[in-house]
């Protein structure tokens, strides 16, 4: 069974490619000068790339882990989004990684939203770039030797060295691509001047907002889309007014990547995406509505940092940083409901089919950290069905575990056998979950991985194997549970009733070891060794009951045998179930450990408000 997820957002984007290339063609045929300004662009998006490349290099642990850290308030979650864009230079870059976290459920959606609003303000450090020393220096001198050290860097084998080359070459190709935009377009005046077709009024609103939308989409940039609106307001080839509509659009048009991003995401992305959408088109209704006004507020603000009267780059990257400020400032009363809203509404078609997987998806593949982030998700899913077939072949219900009544008061009043096809629940319940964590573990084992992210995974599917192995051993356990448990012969019926104490113990071992969590308020990394003693604690003394377990069960059996009690039949069920009993608590036990005590990605695993629930198809008794 092939793992595959849709990519609609991709064949959007065929679809811009041949009128793309069409209208390059046809620009390079019609003016000459055209090629410095196209080479130009080409050159900055290709630095953008490199600046990505080299800072993830760094950001891999880092940034992931601040993400999962420093997310636990609001206004952290802003200054993350802010500083990390900021950084980065590419607010589509951070909004993917929001999404793929919050996917994996690694983040909240108020978390989310909060590093998409700080986004936006981070995304401006780039209009701040290019107006203050993009346009007012010789940059082509800086990006030379840029260029020469970032390029001998990115061939060494160290992959610090390789991230910093990248960087350096990054920034070289985006000054020298901003160098060749600004030549650009002063040759394009002897051929054409662009602000002959400035319009003004509320016709230049919309038809700019319009063009600065289109420019972000065909170039998945909207900090490439300002650096060229910046550089053709320096070289007057558009008008100050008609930049700040390009400017509005740009900022509209950047939440393109992330909707595409989240097409092939689950509800979680999808929520994040849409908050990001409603939070650009308010911020962009605000600023077309109220343009005049924030401009006056730019007037001052250039009067109060002693911005010149005519530097109109500076004050177009004030406007840019201003009305994110404002859209931040109106927005940030409806967080909450909006959050709130979205959880209502924006939904998974098949989230209440339990049998299919609720966390693998595209935007979870996009980085190590929430691949395996979805993988323990999917995994705990997995456990859920399990622990739950356990308890009804058991004739016992989740509510049972759940509770603190003690096992043998739970197991003495639960009588009522459960009728339940464990081959049939295996297939619906089991199969297709852990075949789709094989799949999925497979393609994220072709990501970058350090030694310890390869380790979190083959423990993570080892783990499902284990599982797996539980429902295989309960089909041989569950005919002969259902015949003694119902048998007139009440000592068979306690023996039975010993196993199913014993495997039920150990199922709420596992949920009390699974509802450990580290409280976000708090140091984690500390938490999580307090939480391993505590773990290690809780499965050592079940292994620490089964060599007891299996002598009190042997010592029973030769009295009942040797008093005649039983016949030899009776006895060889109860030492073959006994073996099963006790190899189900192996396994579950190994597998419990291999996700906790041996896992080293629990630090960067946080809860999410939405928890896996195990629907009990059989109520009686809950």
Do not use: C
């Amino acid at each position: 069974m092939k793992l595959s997820f849709p990519r609609r957002g991709f064949t959007i984007r065929k679809l811009f490619l041949p009128i793309i290339l069409i209208l390059i063609s046809l620009m390079l045929w019609y003016s000459p000068s055209f090629k410095e300004i196209g080479s130009g662009v080409a050159i900055l998006l290709f630095g953008m790339i490199s600046l990505e490349n080299g800072f993830q290099t760094f950001a891999e642990g880092p940034l992931r882990k601040m993400l999962h850290k420093i997310t636990n308030k609001f206004y952290k979650s802003l200054m993350l989004g802010a500083a990390s864009t900021a950084v980065l230079q590419s607010s589509s870059l951070i909004s993917v990684i929001a999404i793929s976290f919050i996917s994996a459920g690694l983040l909240d959606l108020i978390a989310g939203i909060g590093i998409i609003f700080g986004a936006n303000i981070g995304t401006t450090a780039t209009s701040w770039l290019v107006a203050v020393f993009g346009l007012k220096l010789k940059i082509s001198a800086l990006a030379m030797p840029m260029l020469v050290f970032g390029i001998i860097l990115t061939f060494q084998k160290s992959q610090s060295l390789k991230g910093i080359g990248n960087i350096l070459a990054g920034m070289g190709f985006l000054f020298l691509g901003i160098h060749y935009m600004k030549e650009g377009f002063d040759a394009f005046k002897d051929t054409l001047d662009l602000s002959q077709y400035a319009i003004e009024g509320l016709l230049g609103l919309i038809t700019f907002t319009g063009l600065g939308v289109l420019a972000t989409v065909i170039l998945q940039s909207s900090s490439a889309t300002m650096a060229i609106i910046l550089t053709a307001l320096m070289t007057s080839q558009i008008t100050y007014f008609n930049a700040l509509a390009l400017a509005i659009g740009a900022n509209i048009g950047t939440t393109i990547t992330a909707i595409l991003g989240a097409t092939a995401s689950n509800a979680a992305g999808k929520r994040l995406a849409m908050a990001h959408l409603v939070f650009n088109l308010v911020t962009g209704i605000i600023a077309l509505v109220f343009i005049n006004q924030i401009s006056w507020l730019v007037e001052v603000t250039a009067g109060v940092l002693g911005i010149g009267q005519n530097d109109f780059t500076l004050k177009l990257a004030t406007f840019h940083t201003i009305f994110n400020l404002v859209g931040i400032i109106v927005m940030y009363p409806a967080v909450k409901p909006l959050a709130k809203w979205l959880n209502r509404y924006v939904k998974d078609l098949d989230v209440k089919d339990v049998d299919r997987p609720l966390y693998l998806n595209d935007s979870s593949l996009a980085y190590p950290q929430s691949a395996i982030g979805a993988l323990y998700k999917e995994t705990m899913h997995l456990f859920g069905n399990t622990y739950a077939l356990i308890l009804h072949t058991l004739s016992l219900h989740r509510t049972d575990i759940l509770s603190k009544t003690q096992l043998r008061k739970v197991i003495k009043k639960s009588n009522k056998i459960i009728n339940i096809n464990i081959d049939e629940v295996y297939y619906l319940k089991i199969k297709t979950i852990y075949s789709k964590i094989i799949e999925f573990a497979t393609l994220a084992q072709q990501l970058d991985l350090t030694a310890k992210d390869i380790n979190a995974i083959h423990n993570i599917k080892d783990a499902n194997q284990y599982f797996v192995e539980v429902v295989k051993d309960l089909k041989d356990l569950q005919p002969n549970m259902s015949k003694f448990l119902k048998s007139d012969n009440e000592l068979m019926k306690k023996e039975y009733n010993n196993f199913r104490r014993r495997l039920s113990k150990m199922v709420r071992t596992m949920v009390n070891i699974q509802s450990l969590q580290p409280d976000p308020e708090k140091d984690i990394d500390e938490q999580i060794i307090v939480m391993r003693k505590e773990q290690e604690s809780l499965l050592a003394k079940s292994e620490s009951k089964l060599q007891p377990d299996d002598d009190e069960f042997n010592a029973t059996l030769d009295r009942l045998l040797r008093e005649k009690l039983i016949t030899s039949e009776m006895a060889s069920s109860m030492m073959n179930d006994n073996a099963i009993v006790k190899g189900i608590i192996k396994n579950l036990i190994t597998a419990t450990k291999l996700l906790y005590t041996k896992a080293d990605f629990l630090s960067t695993i946080s809860d999410t408000e939405e928890e896996v629930t195990v629907k009990d198809e059989h109520p009686e008794g809950q």
